[in-house]
C-alpha cells in the first residue's frame, strides 16, 4: 500500500494519483523477492518468442520431453512451408502438392513415403534453381532441407527446428528465469503476447518491472504502417507512467536480411528526407532509423542513450553475446540504482 502520511497536501488531484502510483510502484520494488523482472517487448513479428526461445536453448535447455511436444508444431509448419513454396512457385513448375496428390491436411501425417517425395522433388536442380530466387522465410527452406529427419519414426526436434517452429496461435505469456547477479541470482524475464490495442490494460500489470528489452525489427522499414506501428508501441511503453523507473534496453534484431533488402527498397523510397549516400549502406541505414527510433528519446529520461545491440536472433552463439553484454549493463545499472555508485 502506498506511504499516505508522506504525501504533501497541497498537490492537485492528479499529482496525487501519480504520487500514489509512483509510492505502489516503489513498494512493490521493495517487497520483490530475490529476483529482479525483465519484460521484453517488442511489435508483432520483431523476434521476442524467437529471443525467449535462445534464452532457453542458452541457459535452461529443452528436456525430451518438451522437444516431443514441439512435434505437432513442426510437422504444422512442414505443411506451411510447403503451401508458402507452392504458392510462390511459378505456375509452369511442377506442384509438390499436386505430386502429393491429395493436399496434406491441416494435421499433416507425414510419413517417411510423403517425406522421400518431398526430398526428391526439393532436390531438383530445377526446383533447388527456382526457389532460390523467390522470397521465401528461412524457416521454409530449414523445414524442406529437415523433412527426411523430421519423417523419421524416432525424430526429436533439434534446437534450430525449435527456433524455426511456427505456433499459432502463439502462447499468450511465456516465462523464464535466467542467471544474474551473486546478490540476485535469477533474472525473470517475461514475454507477452501484446498489441497496442490492449497496451493499456496489459502494462500496469508489469509496472513493477526493472527493465524492459524492447526487441526492434529493422527489416519492417519498408511497412510504413507496421514500422508506425512500432513507433506507437515504442512511444506508449516509452512515455507510460508504468515503466517511469524502468531501464529500457534495444535490441535490434534480423541484420541479415537487411542488406539484400535495402539494395531492392532503398531508405529514402520509404524516408524521404533519408540523404540518397546513406539509403542503400546497411551501417548508415541502420544509424539513420535509429537516430529516428531514438528520437523518441527526447524527454532524456536520465539523459544518456538507451543501450542497444544489433544480434540477428537466429544465431546463437550472438544471442549468447549479446545477452552476456547485456546482462553486465544490467548488474551495472542496479549497482548504480542500489549502491548510488
Ligand atoms: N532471419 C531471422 N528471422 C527471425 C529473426 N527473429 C525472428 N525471426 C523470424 O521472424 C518470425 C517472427 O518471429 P517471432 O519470434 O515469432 O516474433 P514475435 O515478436 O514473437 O511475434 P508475435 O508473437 O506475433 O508478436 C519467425 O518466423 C522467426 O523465425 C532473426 O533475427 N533473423
Ligand atoms: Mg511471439
Known amino acids: 500500500m502506498p506511504n499516505l502520511k508522506r504525501r504533501p497536501t497541497n498537490l492537485s488531484s492528479a499529482e496525487k494519483v501519480s504520487q500514489a502510483i509512483d509510492e505502489a510502484l516503489r513498494e512493490n520494488k521493495k517487497s520483490r523477492g530475490t529476483r529482479e523482472e525483465v519484460l521484453i517487448l517488442g511489435a508483432p513479428g520483431s523476434g521476442k518468442t524467437t529471443l525467449m526461445r535462445q534464452l532457453r536453448i542458452i541457459y535452461d535447455p529443452y528436456t525430451v520431453r518438451e522437444r516431443e511436444d514441439f512435434k505437432p508444431s513442426i510437422r504444422s509448419s512442414v505443411l506451411h512451408a510447403l503451401r508458402q513454396l507452392d504458392s510462390l512457385l511459378p505456375a509452369e513448375t511442377p506442384s509438390i502438392l499436386k505430386i502429393l496428390d491429395s493436399p496434406p491436411s491441416e494435421t499433416l501425417v507425414l510419413t517417411e513415403d510423403f517425406a522421400t517425395l518431398i526430398h526428391d522433388w526439393w532436390s531438383r536442380p530445377d526446383i533447388q534453381h527456382t526457389s532460390s530466387h523467390l522470397p521465401l522465410d528461412p524457416s521454409t527452406t530449414h523445414f524442406l532441407d529437415r523433412i527426411l529427419p523430421i519423417a523419421a519414426e524416432d525424430y526429436l526436434p533439434s534446437d534450430a527446428d525449435i527456433l524455426f517452429c511456427h505456433i499459432d496461435p502463439s502462447p499468450a505469456l511465456d516465462q523464464l528465469d535466467i542467471p544474474f547477479s551473486e546478490d540476485r541470482p535469477f533474472l525473470h524475464c517475461t514475454c507477452i503476447r501484446q498489441s497496442l ?128 553484454n547485456l546482462v553486465e549493463e544490467l548488474v551495472q545499472t542496479r549497482m548504480v540504482m542500489v549502491c548510488g555508485l
Open 197 to 324: 490495442r490492449s497496451i493499456h490494460q496489459w502494462l500496469p500489470i508489469f509496472g513493477e518491472m526493472s527493465y524492459i528489452i524492447f526487441v526492434f525489427n529493422l527489416n519492417h522499414y519498408d511497412d510504413v504502417e507496421d514500422t508506425r506501428k512500432t513507433f506507437d508501441l515504442w512511444e506508449y511503453i516509452y512515455s507510460s507512467r508504468f515503466t517511469r523507473f524502468a531501464h529500457i534496453y534495444l535490441i535490434i534484431n534480423k541484420p541479415s536480411t537487411f542488406a539484400s533488402k535495402l539494395s531492392k527498397f532503398p531508405l529514402n523510397s520509404i524516408y524521404p528526407d533519408a540523404a540518397p549516400d546513406i539509403t542503400i549502406t546497411p551501417t548508415a541505414a541502420e544509424a539513420f532509423l535509429l537516430r529516428r527510433f531514438a528520437e523518441q528519446d527526447y524527454t532524456g529520461r536520465r539523459g544518456i542513450p538507451i543501450p542497444r545491440w544489433t544480434v540477428d536472433l537466429m544465431d546463437t552463439e550472438g544471442v549468447r553475446v549479446t545477452m552476456r
